[in-house]
Nanobody, 122 residues
Framework: QVHLVESGGGLVQAGESLRLSCAAS????????IDWYRQAPGKQRELLAT???????VYADSVKGRFTVSRDNAKNTASLHMDNLKPDDTGVYSC????????????????WGQGTQVVVSS
């Protein structure tokens, strides 16, 4: 059994920063790519950032230069550091990780956390 938990959301003012965390636990063999998504009210879920196991990163244009994704492979955690937040950044942030378990070490599967709410006031 594998669990993914996000934390760090909250209410901030425009221009402020926030750091989200994503922690994986359970019978983990390895974690491949980790993605961060945002679900804004009334909008489709948006892929914001991806970090590979080796640390390569890709960002959506909407957050490039403001958000930074990182991970700690030894601790099975990932973070999303968000600077210069805007009201449009409001939404539920979720991490999605491709995890190979001890029972199926050859086949990573996607796991989702429950999400954490971020509200940016103007």
């Amino acid at each position: 059994q594998v669990h993914l938990v996000e934390s760090g959301g909250g209410l901030v003012q425009a221009g402020e920063s926030l750091r989200l965390s994503c922690a994986a636990s359970g019978s983990i063999f390895s974690i491949e790519n980790i993605d961060w998504y945002r679900q804004a009210p009334g909008k489709q879920r948006e892929l914001l950032a991806t970090i590979t196991k080796s640390g390569s990163t890709v960002y959506a244009d909407s957050v490039k230069g403001r958000f930074t994704v990182s991970r700690d492979n030894a601790k099975n955690t990932a973070s999303l550091h968000m600077d210069n937040l805007k009201p449009d950044d409001t939404g539920v942030y979720s991490c999605n990780a491709f995890i190979a378990t001890m029972r199926k070490s050859w086949e990573p599967s996607p796991y989702w956390g429950q999400g954490t709410q971020v509200v940016v006031s103007s």
